[in-house]
């Protein structure tokens, strides 16, 4: 939540909400960095485009732009993990089928 990388919740009654904007919360700029970051690493990285590909279609409205700040999210998770553990980012081999 740092980075504002969420939706909060907005319902009423048992009315919820899909027309959400992105949370203010957070340091405006590391968000904008890391979603650019997500759109840049997706169109590379098999991994990350069928991810994105999937959140594009599973979600109802501004396809896009949820799709890519989930992506983001991912990101922020790799990113976490990467230095925690003081590693570089190599990545995973390609299967021949």
Known sequence: KF???FWPHK???????????LAKRGNRYLRYYL?????????????????????YDET??????RAIVLTARKLVRLVDV?????QLYTPPKERIK
């Open 3 to 5: 980075a504002g990388l």
């Open 82 to 86: 990467l230095l925690r553990n003081h």
């Open 35 to 55: 979603v650019e970051a997500a759109n840049s690493v997706r169109r590379y990285e098999s991994d990350y485009r069928a991810y994105y590909q999937k959140k």
């Open 60 to 65: 109802p409205k501004h396809k896009h732009k």
């Open 11 to 21: 319902q009423s009654g048992k009315m919820k909400s899909d027309n959400t904007y």
